[in-house]
């Protein structure tokens, strides 16, 4: 469905890794295991180990390159995880309202004028008192990007975060965490170097 990241994942090894990103599995591993929804989860890895820990997984994204490595790595570890090639279009379409214990987006960058929109979308979709978790890079990242191309990121600093538009994206949740912070990533060859992210929790009350 999008050649840019159907081209990105077909390399024989994962662009990303095969382990989930830290902030998530940290996040997941303080809650109860439930239903989790995985926008944009590219090749799996945060979907698989969820699964492994006993959540109920539905993943989507634009490649089918990236569903198809997915699933095969759901095989690897010997899991379940339902991974459907759709847009955030097709979210309410193909998703049931009130059914989420848990959304989670990890680097997942939006271009601004659907970032509000798309990441909006999802909140029907979240149970009473479930949580959104969020990774993004930072708008501050634009430094470590022309420091080091091999950080990862999206093209744009439009498409990156900033605390201030999580507080107004999310402003009917409860905030459980909101934080920007330097770390040093190492996932897969497609993020490698020091980083400014956005890590947000929010539940929805």
């Known amino acids: 469905m999008n050649n840019k990241?159907?081209?990105?994942?077909?390399?024989?090894?994962y662009r990303y890794?095969?382990?989930?990103?830290?902030?998530?599995?940290?996040?997941?591993?303080?809650?109860?295991?439930?239903?989790?929804?995985?926008?944009?989860?590219?090749e799996g890895r945060n979907g698989v180990y969820a699964a492994k820990r006993g959540w109920t997984?539905?993943?989507?994204?634009?490649?089918?390159?990236?569903?198809?490595?997915?699933?095969r790595l759901a095989q690897k570890n010997n899991v379940d995880?339902?991974?459907?090639?759709?847009?955030?279009?097709?979210?309410?379409?193909?998703?049931?309202?009130?059914s989420y214990d848990a959304i989670a987006l990890t680097y997942v960058h939006l271009p601004e004028q659907l970032k509000i929109k798309y990441h909006?979308?999802?909140?029907?979709?979240?149970?009473?008192?479930?949580?959104?978790?969020i990774e993004g890079f930072s708008k501050e990242h634009v430094k470590h990007q022309q420091q080091n191309p091999l950080t990862g990121g999206p093209p744009l600093m439009d498409m990156m975060y900033s605390k201030q538009e999580i507080l107004s994206i999310f402003d009917s949740l409860e905030i459980d965490?909101?934080?920007?912070?330097?770390?040093?990533?190492?996932?897969?060859?497609?993020?490698?170097?020091?980083?400014s992210v956005i890590r947000f929790v929010g539940k929805k009350i």
């Open 57 to 71: 997984v539905d993943a989507f994204d634009q490649s089918s390159q990236g569903r198809d490595k997915a699933l």
């Open 17 to 42: 890794g095969e382990t989930p990103n830290l902030f998530f599995k940290e996040t997941i591993d303080k809650l109860p295991s439930g239903k989790i929804l995985l926008p944009a989860d590219g």
């Open 5 to 13: 990241w159907d081209e990105s994942y077909n390399i024989e090894e």
């Open 81 to 98: 995880i339902s991974f459907k090639v759709i847009d955030f279009e097709d979210v309410s379409k193909n998703y049931i309202t009130d």
């Open 120 to 133: 909006r979308s999802l909140l029907p979709l979240l149970k009473i008192g479930g949580h959104i978790i």
């Open 177 to 195: 965490l909101l934080e920007e912070k330097e770390i040093r990533l190492a996932e897969g060859i497609g993020h490698n170097g020091k980083a």
